[in-house]
């Protein structure tokens, strides 16, 4: 037996933390992968039965949540089942006849053909399998109409190019949809789909439904409803995309950003720098990085994991037909000039270059031949940064978009460029000799944030000359110098008619404050991804058992995701101004509200590897994000309790929908979502059970029988069981979590003894006020 000690940089306190497929090799052998590591389970990792193993400091308090802490959290009041009208995301108005009912039954009705709006129809039949028929019949059909739809957002009466209005007249069996676009019938078609949606129908189409008559209003709140998914770090098959794009659509989201490169890995083919995808899309391993570049994120010596992967052109333009069927705007993101470090050894390994017999070995360089980089980057490379200063770099640059519009062009013509800008390591261009031959206008050499604002002004140029928007992480367009550190670049240095930041730092972050507010009232388009409520690769719940990151938070729930608001970027209002602006209320006040143009929901996927790790992590807080981004809450306009109290009772309506509707409609999809662990308590030997979406089972594990049983309220509980949740569908389960009655009831008996302990200190001190008095009583009536 060989022991090896292992030293590692950072925290190591969930087991995810710790990666699969270990290796050993040596210059005589292939490598071979420690056995024991060797799959997705991780169970070479101890169990962390200590605070010290998931604490990162003494003063950390997150804890795992135990099943009483659980129950106190998803307790609920009276819980409503019925939920065919709670539509994910919630509509505008809903007005429902409950007196007039109709029989629907997707076998009997049809849909009206309606030339404008052919794609749509087509989507919705297919989905429903229902019949599409050129005459009206004169009853049971489902009617559509173009025209403009009036709502009623922010107390004004409007109109919206994405509203539209649904009326279903029972006593004469028939629906009429109004709508003034394609995406707003689409969007129509998916409330329908939602009411229409049984339990009982998830293995059968045909099954009929009694509908009341019913109106609906809707519009969405912002135009800009995203999801980023990193296939950099590690790889989505373009299947698994295809997958995650057709439940967005279910709930109505628009935008899908794809991260297609970054240190890890470059993900698409781009014609004519084929090394891109022949080095950069490959981990493997080799030292030299000649074939493959090193292996990371435990995707182990062979290029047969995820770690490996690209899409094809023809991959890539099937995402862009599937996504356009379903109105959602594909952004492709190359992260530049940091986190290019798949790039960078694809172009510059020696084996690629020497390929290149047709061209200039250095047409596409990126990097300075002569530095000699000092540098590291927040994830510890030293090599990851292209050079801003080269005339080749450029050359790639237009390169890659050139290609990627031909992708497009004949699709989803492409109007946005996503070119990353964030996290550039300090000094990463001190040593460039090319560099050093740029000079300010005073003679001196430009400094790190002077070459940023250099690279942004030529790609941004490039773009403005193919009639393109351009998007950046928001420290990618942060001034440092003297007079303007921590501010936005001045907007008018860049021609583009729109550009998009996304804010994702912590809101109330001290070193850069106001973010959010100072981009859109300087006029840059800005998206709100704030990794505290929308990082989707940090865990659930503060447990080491649970996947994820966490540097920006412990956890996002479902519920913390749901809370999410704009006026969250508020929240840094107690921080100072920075002395540079002289109108402080472009920090205080949001003066261009127009310019905050929706949220998105980020999934970063270092410790993700597999398409179910996948939908694990987004599933069911994407929900929630579809929920923000179209649909403004009652709770937002109040303060104080009333506003907490309206949060809670519009959460639990949002809950139980999910229970009840929504995961019996993602399991029809065969989506894996997370399934909760249960809540449990104790009290007098007696056990009560809930779980944080209503309507899922919950089961503890008989050792009488071996078996998993269902719980029953009220059931005797007098020794520590396992419990876990079931899925809707019956066939996945939550993670495993232990009832201690013992210690229930422990914390019954200690909350009941500091009630008792309060009420005899209450009684005390009125014991000594009324003496008090008395005295005062007693005095006074003897001097009188």
Not at 230 to 236: C, L
Request: net charge neutral; charged share 25%; glycine share 4%.
């Amino acid at each position: 037996m060989v022991t090896c000690r292992f030293k590692g940089q950072a925290f190591q306190i969930t087991r995810s933390d710790s990666m699969p497929r270990w290796y050993v090799t040596s210059s005589l052998s292939m490598p071979k992968i420690i056995a024991n590591t060797d799959d997705e389970s991780l169970n070479y990792v101890k169990d962390f039965t200590d605070k010290r193993q998931y604490q990162r400091r003494i003063d950390d308090k997150s804890h795992p949540l135990t099943p009483q802490q659980r129950f106190q959290m998803f307790k609920m009041d009276k819980k409503e089942t019925n939920t065919r009208f709670k539509i994910i995301p919630t509509p505008l108005s809903v007005q429902v006849k409950e007196k007039v009912e109709m029989e629907f039954n997707t076998k009997q009705w049809v849909i009206i053909k309606s030339d404008p709006f052919l794609q749509e129809i087509k989507h919705f039949s297919d989905e429903l399998s229902m019949k599409i028929v050129k005459s009206k019949p004169m009853r049971k059909y489902i009617e559509i109409r173009e025209g403009p739809v009036i709502v009623d957002m922010d107390e004004v009466s409007k109109e919206n190019k994405d509203g539209y209005s649904i009326e279903a007249f029972s006593s004469r069996e028939y629906i009429i949809v109004t709508a003034a676009t394609n995406e707003a019938l689409f969007y129509a078609f998916q409330t329908l789909s939602s009411i229409f949606f049984t339990p009982e129908a998830r293995t059968s189409v045909g099954i009929p439904i009694m509908l009341p008559e019913f109106t609906i209003k809707d519009a969405p709140r912002f135009s800009y409803r995203g999801l980023h998914i990193d296939v950099s770090r590690n790889f989505i098959k373009v299947e698994e995309i295809l997958k995650i794009i057709n439940i967005m659509s279910m709930y109505k989201m628009n935008k899908l950003h794809l991260h297609l490169s970054d240190d890890e890995g470059w993900r698409l083919e781009i014609p004519g720098i084929p090394e891109l995808t022949q080095v950069g899309s490959s981990r493997c391993h080799d030292l030299k990085e000649e074939q493959c570049i090193l292996p990371m994120l435990g995707s182990g010596p062979y290029s047969n994991t995820s770690g490996s992967g690209y899409f094809s052109v023809g991959d890539y333009r099937e995402i862009l037909l599937n996504a356009k069927e379903r109105h959602i705007e594909v952004i492709p993101e190359f992260d530049m000039p940091g986190h290019s470090r798949a790039a960078i050894k694809s172009i510059h390994s020696k084996s690629q270059r020497s390929i290149r017999k047709d061209m200039k070995a250095n047409l596409y360089s990126i990097i300075d031949s002569e530095d000699v980089p000092k540098f590291k980057s927040g994830q510890h490379f030293t090599d990851d940064v292209m050079n801003p200063c080269m005339d080749s770099t450029y050359d790639f640059v237009k390169k890659i978009i050139m290609e990627v519009k031909k992708m497009h062009q004949d699709i989803q013509p492409l109007k946005f460029y996503h070119f990353g800008g964030d996290e550039v390591a300090q000094g990463a261009w001190d040593g460039s000799p090319e560099c050093r031959k740029l000079k300010k206008p005073t003679g001196e050499n430009m400094g790190q944030y002077d070459l940023m604002k250099y690279f942004i002004n030529n790609l941004t140029r490039i773009a403005l000359e193919e009639s393109m928007s351009v998007g950046a992480w928001e420290d990618g367009m942060i001034s440092h110098d003297i007079e303007n550190v921590g501010l936005p670049f001045p907007r008018d240095a860049f021609k583009n008619k729109d550009i998009y930041v996304y804010v994702w730092k912590r809101p109330s972050e001290s070193r850069t404050p106001h973010r959010a507010k100072l981009f859109a009232n300087k006029g840059y388009k800005v998206i709100l991804a704030y990794g505290t409520y929308l990082y989707f690769d940090h865990p659930y719940e503060p447990d080491p058992e649970e996947r994820g990151l966490y540097w920006a938070t412990r956890k996002i729930s479902t519920r913390d995701a749901w809370g999410f608001t704009p006026s969250i970027m508020f929240n840094d209002n107690h921080l100072e101004c920075p002395e540079q602006i002289t109108n402080k209320k472009e920090c205080y006040e949001l003066i261009k509200p127009e310019n905050i143009m929706g949220i998105q929901a980020e999934l970063w996927t270092e410790t993700v590897r597999t398409d179910e790790q996948a939908e694990f992590m987004l599933f069911p807080r994407l929900l929630s994000v579809a929920e923000r981004g179209w649909h403004k809450s009652s709770f937002e306009d109040l303060k104080g309790n009333a506003a907490e109290k309206m949060k809670g009772k519009e959460w639990q309506a949002f809950s139980e929908c999910i229970g009840y509707h929504e995961l019996p409609r993602l399991d029809r999809k065969d989506v894996r979502y997370r399934v909760p662990p249960p809540g449990a308590i104790v009290i007098s030997g007696k056990a009560s059970f809930n779980t944080e979406f209503p309507g899922l089972d919950v089961e503890y594990f008989s050792t009488d029988t071996n078996t998993w049983k269902l719980v029953s309220h009220g059931m005797l509980v007098e020794y520590p069981i396992r419990l876990r949740t079931r899925s809707t569908d019956g066939k996945r389960y939550s993670r495993e979590v232990w009832l201690n009655p013992a210690l229930a009831n422990r914390a019954v008996s200690f909350l009941y003894s500091a009630y008792n302990a309060h009420t005899l200190i209450y009684n005390a001190i009125s014991l000594l006020i009324y003496l008090y008095l008395i005295n005062i009583v007693i005095k006074s009536q003897v001097k009188t």
